[in-house]
């Protein structure tokens, strides 16, 4: 029993510990979460201009399309993902954006033949749950500017809106599971797992997410060093993509942590007990 009760009292003391962290960053972590989930995005129009020539010939040898398909698949990506950036750092026109991010994700997720991996497809899977989030945050602040009228409706779309977010985030941790038996990938897996199960359910999901952005980012600069391979050898764009959606990921979990687990969740239905 006193187990027990040293166990709820460490929770609460590492909740505590967050609630404050919260407050002393509410006033930037929303920003600083936007920033990192757009990271991958950012990242990767900037490389369509540095690369467009091998990424137009790529895409005209896998899909023999011909010079121009292969030129407006880049060209739209190019765009797309710039364009959408910016939209969402300046906070305009945040649902196109998102679209716009969502397309990107489709496109690519095609062209590349990413269905057919199955470690990539829950890596946009989960990079699809971030923006997910983005959108519901931009219902949030919607809901905000018309304060005191009637929106279930709105209410009811965004707090979906964070479930399925929140689910679609936790794929990106079964792609870092190991299945190499040592301490230490087992310790690593179980903490994952864990943490994993928690925010599905949106149970200490606050908590649960902080400790979880905490993990991903040291396994991520870690396990995704890419600045430490010399820029001649592929493993560096590899890991240089590894690395970015993963802080999207990261970003996405922020905004949990920002917005809030929503009504579907266990955290909600224990203020109602």
Known sequence: MSQGLKQQELI???EDVADQVLRHSKHFLPHVARLCLISTFL???????????????????????GWFLAVVFVLFNLIGQLGGCIMVLSRQKVPIACG?????IGVQTI????????KFL????????????????SKAE??????????????TSKTYLQLSGRILLVLMFLTLLRFEF???NVIQNLVGTVLMVLIAIGYKTKLSALVL????????FYFNAWWNIPDYKPMRDFLKYDFFQTFSVVGGLLLVVALGPGGVSMDEHKKKW
């Open 142 to 155: 919607g809901k905000s500017l018309f304060a005191g009228l009637p929106s279930l409706g709105e209410n």
């Open 43 to 65: 990242e990767d129009g900037i490389r369509m201009w540095f690369q467009w020539h091998e990424q137009r010939d790529y895409i005209d040898a896998t899909w023999g399309c």
């Open 213 to 220: 952005v905490t993990w991903l980012t040291i396994l991520n």
């Open 182 to 184: 040592s301490v230490l």
């Open 122 to 137: 829950m890596r946009n899977l989960a990079l699809a749950g971030g923006i997910i989030l983005l959108l519901a945050e």
């Open 111 to 118: 062209a590349y033949s990413i269905l057919w991996d199955v």
């Open 12 to 14: 609460s003391k590492a």
């Open 100 to 104: 716009l991010l969502f397309s990107i």
